[in-house]
């Protein structure tokens, strides 16, 4: 019960998800699914032409980087799709 309560304190909603990734790439259009309906599990699409001549690492790891940490801790499972703009 209080693992429950603890994990629903700790996750993130997508418009948080969303704003990050939108800060620090302003111009990413970004679709994001709640995979599990838990707030803990999404899915996000995101395409910007920051990814413009970078790999998909690269792309992954700016994605990852705009979210400042919280992944694996408010956010615990994100499956990342980049595409260039």
Do not use: W
Not at 18 to 28: F, G, H, N, Q
Not at 36 to 55: L, P, Q, V
């Amino acid at each position: 019960m209080v693992e429950g309560i603890y994990e629903k304190l700790m996750a993130m909603n997508l418009n948080e998800i969303e704003s990050l990734i939108k800060e620090a790439m302003p111009d990413a259009i970004v679709e994001i699914q709640d995979l599990a309906g838990d707030g803990n599990h999404y899915s996000a699409t995101i395409t910007s032409s920051e990814f413009s001549g970078k790999s998909k690492i690269e792309q992954h790891k700016m994605v990852y980087n705009s979210l400042k940490g919280r992944m694996g801790n408010e956010l615990h499972a994100l499956a990342i799709k980049t595409k260039e703009n």
